[in-house]
Structure formats: structure tokens, C-alpha cells
């Protein structure tokens, strides 16, 4: 007796990859939409939670500390005045630490005509501009170690004030045609910050 032979058939076969072709691309597709919220969740999260620690801290420790944003690099770093009236990074404070964004992240500082911004407001930024910043004046160009870095541009009082500012981390895919995402950090005058999510994204 001849032996019936099983197996599948060419359509059968290219049926089934087709579907897990299908499948593999709206699961990738799905994973990628997700991780990309979560990812610039996550950082927006991280500043939010940082700066609320680095208000306490100020407080507690009855310092002087600022956060110099560097946009072209997606970085920020904290700042305390020591006693010359100098800003220096926090040391021994690895949370505090000068953090850069992931990849194909930017951040995009706001301080100016804030729509949300009243006309007598609690803190008064004229007062670190004059006083503590940084002069451009008797600064030279020479080695980088040499050159004073920029002054903060928001500022973290130890009697609990704040700079009012709004900032944007946004999270924008070369590789696709979808619209950029973006979160937005606002402070008022005291804190907790505020995290706000993207219109579409809200529930």
C-alpha cells in the first residue's frame, strides 16, 4: 500500500507567512507608538520629579541653586552659588547630575510672555539677572576649561520661589511622517511643577 503523504501546499504556506508578515508589522508599529509616549513620558516624569527634589533641597539646605538648560545639546544641569557668588554644578549629588535627553529628544526653554503669567508676581528674576549672572565683560576666548559657563537661566530659591518657565521635550522621529510629541513643564512661582500631557494623548 502506497503511503499517504501530508505536508502543506505552496498557497498554504505563503498564506501563513503573509499573515505573520502582517501581524510582526501592526504589533512593530504599536511598540514603536507606545515606546515612543513612554520614553518622552518617562524624561518629562524625571524633570518633574528632579526639580520638585531640587526645590526641597534648596529649602532644607537654605541654598541658592539654578538649572542651565542647553538646547542645542538637550541637556540640563543644576547650579548651587557658593560663597564667592559663583555658580558651580552640585557635587556628590548624583541626581542633580548634568542629564542629556535620548536621541531625536529636544528641549525648548520659555520664560518670556507666558500667557498663564500674572502682572505682580512673587519672585522677582531682575534681581539674579544684575546681581548674579555672569558678565560678558573680562572674559576671554582660550582653552575650553578656561571659559566661564553661561549663568542659569532658572533659579531655585531657598525661600521656596522659583522661576516661572515653561519647557517642551519633544520627542520627533526622522524616520517617520508622524507629528512630533511633545510634553510641556510648567512652573509658576512655588512648586509642585506642572506636567502636561499632549492634547491628543489626553483621556
Known sequence: MRK????????????????????ISVVSYTALGTNSYDKVNQQAKRFQ???DMASDYAILNQ??????IDEEESTYTYVALDDD???VELTGQKLFESHQLPEDMTLQL???????????????????????????EGVEIGNEEDIVPPPPQLFLLSSGDLTPFELTITFEDTFSNEDPLTFTLRAKEVTPIERIVPE???Q
Open 4 to 23: 499517504q503523504q501530508t505536508g502543506f501546499t505552496l498557497i498554504e504556506i505563503m498564506l501563513v507567512l503573509a499573515l505573520m508578515g502582517l501581524m
Open 49 to 51: 520629579v528632579v526639580f
Open 63 to 68: 541654598v541658592q541653586l539654578g538649572i542651565r
Open 85 to 87: 557668588d559663583e555658580w
Open 110 to 136: 520659555f520664560l518670556d510672555d507666558l500667557p498663564w503669567q500674572q502682572e505682580e508676581q512673587l519672585f522677582d528674576r531682575s534681581l539674579f539677572d544684575e546681581e548674579l549672572s555672569v558678565s560678558d
Open 200 to 202: 491628543d494623548m489626553q
